[in-house]
């Protein structure tokens, strides 16, 4: 069972010469309490965002 730690997620190959984005949008009343671990000047739950070197689609393609 899938759960919001650990959410279900396919799609088809992609075989273009494009990336494909994919989005993950929430909302939240403004009276709830904010998730920490999205939010902040560090946020945790990005810990790998912006690390190491940029990675030429032909690359990924051939690392895939």
Known sequence: MASDEH???GSLRNLTCR???STDTRYQRASD???ERWVGEDPKAHYAW???DPVPMEE???RW
């Open 19 to 21: 990336f494909r984005l």
């Open 60 to 62: 990924a393609r051939r």
């Open 7 to 9: 959410p279900m997620h």
């Open 33 to 35: 309490p904010v998730d």
């Open 50 to 52: 912006m690390k190491g």
